[in-house]
């Protein structure tokens, strides 16, 4: 091997190992970018599962709560025709102070802003719970697929180290990008980008 062949291999392999050095970086940044989007993805599935929870607990007390006060208005509605019935004026009172108990607990069933245990206050907490819901799934299905995107791109940059093709280092950037707007919608804009 002449003294020339030896410095043009030399010049080659330099500009081949600077060339793996910068696709080290973009493998280690997209693992980098990865971690962040698993780590965001766990979260909002998470809070995912627990907003439904918490919805399905909320739906089922006020199922209970509705339950109750159709019984207590149903006695009320039954007290009311005793009344109209009755002859007897010692029973009269009795029964009318029970109606007016039953319409009063009624009404209470249906709202108690003081203890938020209200089937109006129940609903209420329900849908938010269901709105928090849906708002981490649509975080989720985001950073599920700006994990896709990063995996992709790693596999990707490594082919190129091994091929040599840089083309495929540029589309692993791409899917770097892509990855990232996922993720940023993800933590902003979930609603934006429909994707369930």
Known sequence: MSA???MEHAEHAEH????NKKI?????VLALFLAISETLGKGAQTESISKNVEAANLWAFFQAKTIRRTVVLTA???G????AGTTDDALKPVVQKQVDDWTKTAARYRSEPETGEGTEQLAEKAKHAEHERDEATAKYHHFELASAAFQIGIVL?????ITGMIALAYVGGVLTLAGLIMTALGLWWPHLV???
Do not use: M, N, P, V
Not at 24 to 28: D, M, N, T, V, Y
Not at 80 to 83: D, G, Q, V
């Open 4 to 6: 020339h062949e030896s």
């Open 16 to 19: 081949a190992s600077g060339s």
């Open 24 to 28: 080290a970086l973009l493998i280690a």
């Open 76 to 78: 009320s509605e039954q």
């Open 80 to 83: 009311k025709l005793t009344l």
């Open 157 to 161: 940059a490594s082919a190129t180290i």
């Open 194 to 196: 429909h994707l369930h």
